[in-house]
């Protein structure tokens, strides 16, 4: 069975600083792989997806995430933390195409000071 | 347009009472899922629905937990008989045709729900 695991369970980053959030997968083959951002209240939003091809994939807010099929990882990275991006993050897999159901990791909460 | 609604946005009942969690997904999508989310912890798929037929309801937790989309659009997600570990974030999500954006899953609000 697919499995996530996302070993950061609470960040704090400075206001500006970088930021990396780990994700590694469990899963027989390549599998498609997002980031949800979810603020307090709201629903998920996609940050990103990679499905297959560069493995290095841009998102919306500034974000991008690395795949590494070496490490079964697909860290998600912002060089530049804005107080906004103060959420909790999801890193989330889907086996094969279609439309199935997501297997989240238990997430990420990103604080950021000043 | 407009996003997945649901409602209420929160619900409180007392144990042993029956709830139903209603999504509105957004127009034309045909996946629709149904996801629990305990407090401090990542989604949990429940049920999923392909038009109106229920192609995987392997995550409902037991039996006492319902759900239906009776017409391929609004969807009912029914737990009878409440218990205290079914307070959760039930979050709905849609999803376009597979040929237009394969796993572009979009997220509600979700619904609180609260057992005392």
């Known amino acids: 069975a697919q499995s996530v695991t996302q070993p950061d369970i609470h960040i704090t980053v400075s206001e500006g600083a970088s930021l990396e959030l780990r994700c590694n997968y469990s899963?027989?083959?390549?599998?498609?792989l997002f980031w949800y951002v979810q603020s307090p209240g709201q629903g998920l939003q996609l940050l990103l997806k990679?499905?297959?091809?560069?493995?290095l994939v841009q998102g919306i807010k500034g974000f991008e995430a690395e795949f590494k099929r070496s490490q079964s990882s697909f860290n998600l990275r912002k060089p530049s933390v804005h107080w906004s991006d103060a959420a909790e993050y999801f890193c989330a897999v889907a086996p094969g195409s279609g439309n199935t159901p997501l297997v989240f990791g238990k997430g990420t909460r990103l604080s950021v000071i000043a | 347009g407009a996003g997945v609604s649901q409602s209420p946005r929160y619900k409180v009942a007392k144990r042993g009472q029956d709830v139903a969690l209603r999504c509105d997904p957004i127009s034309g999508h045909v996946s629709l899922f149904w996801y629990q989310q305990a407090l401090g912890q990542g989604p949990e798929f429940l049920t999923y629905f392909q038009n109106e037929a229920q192609l995987d309801k392997s995550g409902l937790p037991s039996d006492r937990f319902f759900a239906e989309r009776p017409e391929g659009s609004v969807s009912t997600l029914k737990i009878q008989r409440t218990q205290q570990e079914d307070s959760a974030v039930y979050l709905c999500?849609?999803?376009?045709?597979?040929?237009?954006?394969?796993?572009?899953?979009?997220f509600g609000p979700g619904t609180r729900l609260t057992v005392t």
């Open positions: 999500a849609s999803s376009p045709p597979p040929r237009l954006a394969v796993h572009e899953q979009y």
């Open positions: 899963y027989g083959a390549t599998p498609y």
């Open positions: 990679y499905f297959s091809g560069d493995t």
